[in-house]
């Protein structure tokens, strides 16, 4: 009877383990020393981050970037979920902006310059006549400090008065906190000591079905906007702010990205897509729902939330093929999308707008959440 007993205990161990959720075990196509290398003298690195949902978030301190996003359709399955690279040498060939924060000035600034208080500062002209996303060699291009505590990761960089035209000596700081619920969590804080124009965000490209694994023409979009920052042919806000409820550029209900997106919409036909600002209907400094984008193949649903006056829808039109993405696929055109959350572009020469203005004294905060599930 003793060993009938032991029989049955040792069955219902075995019953009791073999019912208990599996992680899914991750084989990842790049490994931490491929993200080890040393940049204008200091050392980069791989971090990782995963909760008790098996949703795995991998960082680098090179731009202080996303690498990768694994997160389960609805079946469980783990997908990498944002565009990147496996290895820094990638990083440096390719496009530095995927999955990196953008800084001092994310977005397009008019003419490369603005002034504050008379004194006119020229920026790097590196989109037609303008200056995008600081110019070709800005914060993500730059190796950042870092301390790591589990599932939070602070980046920490100083950017020399002048440094890219902008004035100030600034310190910015990014805390990413991935959550036991999903949330992929992003605190921003820059400081300067000379009046100085901040604007940063994320320029993550995502693609809910898995990056490499085709277009984004199929994922529903939501944008909680119904207005956006009309732009001229070089992509530059006119200064109005324009109600787009009923027309192509309107997500305000779920639309698929590539219903209307060859739609003869004169500001679809100037970006060739969609890359527009979007000005989230929302309180200003509330943390508050901005978008949302599912993708019906995996059920794969990601919201996002922030305290930013605006988003930026960009749908990968400008991707080319000549980068290969971590699962071998070059990324073509519409592979990506991304969804930026920032005040809205040009803001240092366009009066209008909220102010991007920041202070000595004074200190820029900024939160975004991207939380995903499946359905």
């Not at 100037?270 to 193949?297: Q, R, T």
């Amino acid at each position: 009877m003793r060993n009938l007993g032991l029989i049955l205990i040792v069955i219902v161990a075995t019953i009791a383990a073999c019912a208990k959720p599996q992680k899914n075990s991750i084989e990842m196509p790049y490994k931490s020393g491929d993200f080890e290398t040393v940049i204008d003298g200091k050392p980069t690195r791989l971090l990782t981050m995963e909760n008790k949902n098996g949703m795995v978030v991998t960082l680098t301190n090179y731009g202080a970037k996303i690498v990768s996003v694994y997160v389960p359709d609805r079946n469980g399955q783990l997908a990498d979920v944002v565009l990147g690279f496996k290895s820094i040498a990638e990083y440096q060939q390719y496009g530095a902006s995927h999955g990196a924060i953008v800084g001092p000035f994310a977005n397009r600034i008019a003419n490369a310059s603005f002034t504050i208080d008379s004194v006119t500062y020229n920026l790097p002209v590196n989109n037609g006549k303008n200056c995008l996303h600081s110019g070709p060699d800005s914060w993500y291009r730059k190796v950042w400090d870092f301390q790591k505590d589990e599932n939070v990761t602070v980046f920490t960089l100083k950017s020399a008065d002048g440094e890219f035209g902008f004035p100030g000596n600034k310190t910015a700081k990014v805390t990413y906190t991935l959550t036991g619920d999903n949330e992929l969590k992003i605190d921003y804080e820059v400081t300067t000591d000379k009046p100085c124009h901040i604007n940063v965000t994320n320029h993550s490209y995502f693609n809910l079905r898995g990056e490499g694994n085709g277009d984004i023409l199929d994922h529903m979009l939501v944008i909680n906007a119904d207005k956006s920052t009309p732009v001229t042919a070089e992509m530059i806000p006119t200064g109005e702010i324009a109600d787009i409820r009923g027309t192509d550029l309107d997500f305000t209900s779920p639309q698929r990205i590539g219903e209307r997106i060859n739609n003869q919409h004169p500001q679809l036909v100037i970006a060739s897509g969609y890359d527009f600002n979007y000005v989230i209907n929302k309180n200003e400094d509330e943390l508050a729902f901005a978008a949302s984008a599912f993708e019906p193949e995996s059920g794969r649903y990601m919201e996002v939330f922030t305290t930013e006056p605006g988003v930026q829808l960009y749908t990968g039109q400008h991707l080319r093929g000549i980068e290969v993405g971590k699962a071998g696929v070059a990324y073509t055109k519409l592979t990506g999308f991304c969804l930026e959350t920032q005040h809205f572009p040009d803001s240092p020469n366009q009066p209008g707008f909220p102010s991007t203005l920041l202070n000595p004294g004074e200190t820029f905060k900024s939160t975004t959440i991207y939380k995903f599930s499946a359905k």
